[in-house]
């Protein structure tokens, strides 16, 4: 198959060459790395411009660059014929770096001080991020670049039948739409403010779930052999846009400071408590609407792709 019409599922088997000794120095090396930053982080916190993390996260620091080493490592071992076009691989590079923006740089610090900053934040969590990620399609090449004694583990029959289950039509939606409003319940959210275990488990389980759910829109393969088709995704991301609508309509328009968590945590900018959470709401509702637009455009144009013989549809990738 032609490696820009590979399927985004990262359990796809590739083959690969056997594995060697480097990828060990790298991750010792990243450890290195990852222990100096924790160090700078836990003594020396103000002293770190914007771009460092405020509090730093190990299965962040580790889940980013390790896996940035594999597209990297699987861009090598794969003939040619089945690498990325530079704009797949730049997709997922964005992709990764803007989750990585969001939970490991100064952003964390400022979304748990304001509201709308923290709406901002997951905004990029659910669309801009994942929506690049599901777009590069390079679950084959990052799965060519893990070490050979990961992959049994990930071919496990229990892990495919949970990332079989989460993409199913109705459910990768449900935890899409379902987990904004759960961390979004006031006494929820107040805790994952003050608890960073909990506050971890938003921003993973926000990235995660927004990850399946455009991996499944914006497959570019019709059905089938993918799950859903293309009309059908068309209206599912316009029933996830709805609700996020409302609840955006919500906030905008309530009297009432629905999370004075940022009062008691104290907010960083001279904003009052209702101003900062109608700006919030605002920000769930608009910019939500144009990425789904954008989203609704990129499934047409696939649809019409789908649609092309293959050798002109080859040469327009």
């Known amino acids: 198959m032609n490696g820009n019409l590979q399927s985004p599922d990262p359990f796809v088997s590739t083959n690969s060459r056997p594995s060697t000794g480097a990828g060990w120095f790298g ?7 990852g222990t100096v930053v924790d160090a ?8 770190l411009p914007y771009v460092m ?11 980013t660059f390790v896996t940035l080493g594999w597209l990297g490592r699987g861009l090598r071992r794969l003939p040619a014929d089945q690498r990325l076009s530079w704009w797949r691989i730049a997709s997922f590079v964005i992709g990764v770096a803007a989750d990585y923006a969001v939970m490991q740089t100064h952003v964390d610090y400022l979304a748990q001080h304001m509201f ?7 905004f990029v969590l659910l669309y801009p991020a994942p929506m ?9 090449v990052v799965r060519a670049g893990m070490p050979d004694f990961l992959k049994p583990l990930i071919e496990a029959h229990v892990v495919r039948r ?3 289950f989460m993409q199913r039509p109705v459910i990768a939606p449900l935890l899409f739409v379902g987990l904004i409003y759960l961390w979004l319940i006031p006494q929820i959210h107040t805790r994952a403010m003050l608890d960073s275990n909990f506050h971890d488990a ?26 859903i088709s293309f009309q059908a995704r068309l209206a599912v991301i316009l029933l996830v ?3 996020q609508v409302a609840l955006g309509a919500i906030l905008l328009w309530s009297a009432a400071d629905v999370y004075p968590i940022y009062a008691i945590c104290g907010r960083i900018f001279a904003m009052t408590a209702l101003d900062d959470q109608h700006y919030g709401g605002l920000i769930i509702a608009l910019p939500s609407t144009v990425m789904c637009i954008v989203a609704m455009c990129v499934v047409l144009t696939a649809r019409r792709r789908s649609r092309m013989p293959d050798v002109v549809r080859r040469n327009s990738a």
């Open 202 to 227: 938003m921003d993973w389980s926000i990235a995660i779930g927004a990850i399946v759910f455009w991996s499944l829109m914006l497959d570019r393969r019709p059905r089938p052999p993918a799950s």
């Open 241 to 243: 846009l709805l609700p």
């Open 53 to 63: 993390p405020w509090e730093f996260s190990w299965p962040v620091f580790v889940a």
């Open 27 to 33: 991750l010792a090396g990243l450890f290195l790395i």
């Open 40 to 47: 700078l982080c836990r003594y020396h916190p103000a002293d």
């Open 132 to 140: 690049l990620i599901a777009l590069s399609a390079s679950g084959n």
């Open 116 to 122: 709308f900053i923290h709406r901002a934040a997951h």
């Open 162 to 164: 949970g990332f079989d």
